[in-house]
């Protein structure tokens, strides 16, 4: 049944890439081609909440319907925050919005896209836009 579940995601998962991703920011919905960088995020909200991991930008993914309704469950910590700005074109490898420096981001066990950052016990998900 795991195994059912698990391969319904990653079915998921590959209809929802292609070239075209939507990211909610706020009330406004911006459409990108592509990978979005920091800088082109910020540039729309300041005030938008993402981090920077392996080249990609993961965005805070609480008021995605099917990513809050996923089942997942915390894997290995993978990544660390070292640094925050808010300044797009100062976005580097480590740098995040409003996570704090030092929060630990982990991968989840069913899901390659989603990661879970850990703050004062509360586990905030995020979603990675990249090219499809």
């Not at 579940?5 to 909610?24: D, G, H, P, V």
């Amino acid at each position: 049944m795991k195994s059912l579940l698990i391969l319904f995601l990653i079915i998921i998962t590959l209809s929802a890439c292609n070239n075209e991703q939507q990211l909610k920011m706020g009330e406004e919905e911006q459409l990108y081609i592509g990978s979005p960088t920091a800088n082109e995020i910020l540039s729309k909200n300041k005030r938008e909440d993402i981090f920077l991991m392996n080249e990609v930008v993961y965005v805070n993914a609480e008021k995605i319907d099917w990513v809050k309704k996923a089942d997942l469950t915390l894997g290995n910590a993978v990544f660390e925050v070292v640094r925050q700005s808010n300044d797009g074109e100062d976005f580097t490898e480590g740098t995040a919005t409003k996570l704090p420096v030092g929060t630990k981001i982990y991968k989840t066990n069913e899901k390659g896209d989603i990661y879970i950052a850990v703050v004062d016990g509360r586990e905030i998900r995020y979603l990675g836009f990249r090219e499809g």
